[in-house]
T-cell receptor, first 113, second 112 residues
Framework: GDSVTQMEGPVTLSEEAFLTINCTYTATGYPSLFWYVQYPGEGLQLLLK?????DKGSNKGFEATYRKETTSFHLEKGSVQVSDSAVYFC????????????FGTGTRLTIIP | EAQVTQNPRYLITVTGKKLTVTCSQNMNHEYMSWYRQDPGLGLRQIYYSMNVEVTDKGDVPEGYKVSRKEKRNFPLILESPSPNQTSLYFC???????????FGSGTQLSVL
């Protein structure tokens, strides 16, 4: 079945550092890929998505590129801020619908001033 | 304001005592879903509903029930809670299954 593997956390970085959170997947067909973010005490929010190979999703300075050849969707940001501290979830769906959305285990990111 | 509202936010109960976690959305969404979040396991889907009176099992439905009598509400029922159901629960909704998911703020459940 479908699965998502994220890098182990927690990740701690200094403000303005470069961020990469790795995500690889196993899926049938051509899945859509997502990054969700969960701020402390809140539910998840969609951060960005990509629906086909080589697509780049971007939002709030974060980017991720759908790499079919390496089955990856790594999240990057050039200069992180304290306000980016959150848990980040990689997710996919193989049939275009939320009813089969599969999440990774999440990566906790802490940014220190 | 568009939102998904869950209640209660925190709940401590004892084994075997039936409980209901409510979920309501004000966006006229067709699709609603329940997830549980556990450390090291991420989010796992419990049940989902494509529309009124249409529900289906997710990946971990054992020990849970749901109903969808009205479009806006999708309560999660634990008939006889057990300690392994201690978890953080999230309700989510979207206009259709292809659209962006909106999540509630979560319900932290502890079963003693």
């Amino acid at each position: 079945g479908d699965s998502v593997t994220q890098m182990e956390g927690p990740v701690t970085l200094s403000e303005e550092a470069f961020l990469t959170i790795n995500c690889t997947y196993t899926a049938t067909g051509y899945p859509s890929l997502f990054w969700y973010v969960q701020y402390p005490g809140e539910g998840l929010q969609l951060l960005l998505k990509a629906t086909k190979a080589d697509d780049k999703g971007s939002n709030k300075g974060f980017e991720a590129t759908y790499r079919k050849e390496t089955t990856s969707f790594h999240l990057e940001k050039g200069s992180v801020q304290v306000s980016d501290s959150a848990v980040y979830f990689c997710a996919l769906t193989s049939n275009f619908g939320n009813e089969k959305l599969t999440f990774g285990t999440g990566t906790r990111l802490t940014i220190i001033p | 304001e568009a939102q998904v509202t869950q209640n209660p936010r925190y709940l401590i109960t004892v084994t075997g005592k039936k409980l209901t976690v409510t979920c309501s959305q004000n966006m006229n969404h067709e699709y609603m879903s329940w997830y549980r979040q556990d450390p090291g396991l991420g989010l796992r889907q419990i049940y989902y509903s494509m529309n009124v009176e249409v529900t289906d099992k997710g990946d971990v439905p054992e020990g849970y029930k749901v109903s969808r009598k009205e479009k806006r509400n999708f309560p999660l029922i634990l008939e006889s809670p057990s300690p392994n159901q201690t978890s953080l629960y999230f309700c989510a909704s979207s206009g259709t299954t292809n659209e962006k998911l909106f999540f509630g703020s979560g319900t932290q459940l502890s079963v003693l």
